[in-house]
């Protein structure tokens, strides 16, 4: 199946067809009233940490070491993607951020990641994939009868 995200900066127009619009920055934009963003939600635990997005802003790490470390701080903690798979299972999610290239910032990465946890839970939920090695456990087992 296929899901509808896109990416957007939170200083252009709330639209219609935007569906849940979510702010995904830790920090808030600067001039910015929560009441004229028309979120569905700010959600800053799908994000980079601090010092990541530091390092990264500041030049000390390079892009694809910056993609490697956020894609661990991700999978560190999985449960972050869990609402925003939940909005995107209601239709169009829409990311939002301050960033001005926003082909170069956090967001693709973690559309990325959205869309391969949406797939994986998708191929469980078919019984394409095992839910977790356990379960296939007794299925194996030796039985020295």
């Not at 200083?11 to 920055?25: F, I, K, N, T, W």
């Not at 600067?30 to 940490?49: I, N, Q």
């Amino acid at each position: 199946m296929t899901y509808d995200i896109q990416l957007k900066r939170i200083y252009s127009e709330a639209e219609p067809e935007d569906g849940a619009r979510v702010l995904v920055d830790r920090l808030w934009p600067r001039g910015k009233p929560r009441e004229s963003l028309a979120l569905t939600d700010w959600y800053r635990d799908a994000s980079p940490s601090n010092v990541l997005r530091r390092q990264w802003h500041q030049g000390e790490i390079s892009d694809a070491v910056f993609v490697r470390r956020y894609r661990w701080e991700i999978g560190d903690a999985q449960d972050c993607l869990i609402p925003l798979m939940r909005w995107c299972r209601q239709g169009r999610l829409t990311l939002l951020s301050a960033a001005r290239d926003l082909q170069h910032s956090h967001l693709p990465t973690l559309r990325e990641a959205i869309a391969e946890a949406l797939d994986v839970e998708d191929r469980q939920a078919d019984g394409l994939e095992a839910s977790s090695p356990p379960c296939y456990g007794a299925r194996f087992e030796r039985r020295d009868d």
